[in-house]
């Protein structure tokens, strides 16, 4: 299956996936190994995935990172996920460019340590020209949090009553024209949302799986896609 995400008689495009890359701490304990250890090999297994979503030509994927609730973790771990995705934005530069992906970010970029938000900042610059795949980096990300800064800028600009709707919540987002979320993908066997995407998952197909992230695979996130193409989404209609 590649060339083509869409490979099934279900006409709506696979857009936009989202994953929630959970289970890299219980990946590193079983083996014995402290928790940064999964975090390390659930890179690369990121970059796998993203591999693979350029491939089906999949728009958007949506990598949940690190949440606005990471923060209640040790120092110890929060500090390696933070040198981990910073030295990895350095160092990709190659990648992106080889494979036409386009950085971007949402979540509260003045709340990251500076170096990190810097480093953010610049992915998006070298690679805003690239037209193949765009993966969002969901890095200091809860949706709860993306809706009151939201309103907050709603708010400032003194909109009348009138003028508030659904689309001018979206347009106050970290970025305005993403779309909602086709396909939402979890590892690791938990069965919720965790503060992800809610506003662009509101009709999201869900899929759950028990493999835990460092254990995730190209072939079982193409089978899952092609679960995708077998749901039949209906958004309210009969
Ligand atoms: C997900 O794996 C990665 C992040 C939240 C950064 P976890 O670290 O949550 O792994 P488990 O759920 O403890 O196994
Ligand atoms: C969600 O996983 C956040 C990321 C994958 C970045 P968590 O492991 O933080 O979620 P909970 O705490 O189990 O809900
Ligand atoms: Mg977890």
Not at 2 to 11: E, F, V, Y
Not at 117 to 125: D, F, S, V
């Amino acid at each position: 299956m590649s060339g083509s995400a869409q490979t099934s008689d279900n006409s709506t495009p696979l857009v936009h996936v989202g994953i929630i890359m959970d289970g890299n701490g219980r990946w590193a304990k079983k083996r014995g190994l402290p928790r940064t250890a999964g975090h390390k090999e659930g890179l690369e297994v990121a970059k796998k995935i993203v591999k693979a979503c350029a491939e089906l030509n999949i728009k958007y994927v949506t990598l949940y990172t690190f949440s606005t609730e990471n923060w209640k973790r040790a120092q110890e771990e929060v500090g390696y996920l933070m040198g981990l995705i910073r030295g990895h934005l350095r160092a990709e530069f190659e990648f992106y460019k080889a494979n036409g992906i386009r950085i971007e970010h949402i979540g509260d970029l003045a709340e990251l340590p500076p170096d990190v938000a810097e480093e953010i900042l610049k992915a998006k610059k070298e690679t805003e020209n690239f037209t193949g795949l765009t993966v969002v980096l969901a890095i200091n990300y809860g949706g709860r949090d993306e809706l009151v800064r939201s309103v907050k800028k709603i708010v400032s600009s003194c909109t009348a009553e009138k003028d508030i709707n659904e689309k001018l919540i979206s347009d106050n987002f970290d970025i305005p024209e993403l779309p909602d979320v086709d396909f939402l993908i979890r590892t690791g066997g938990e069965k919720r949302l965790s503060n992800f995407l809610m506003w662009h998952s509101a009709y999201s197909e869900l899929f759950f799986t028990d493999t835990l992230w460092p254990d995730y695979t190209p072939e079982e996130f193409k089978s899952n896609v092609e679960e995708f193409y077998k749901r039949t989404r209906r958004f309210g209609n009969a």
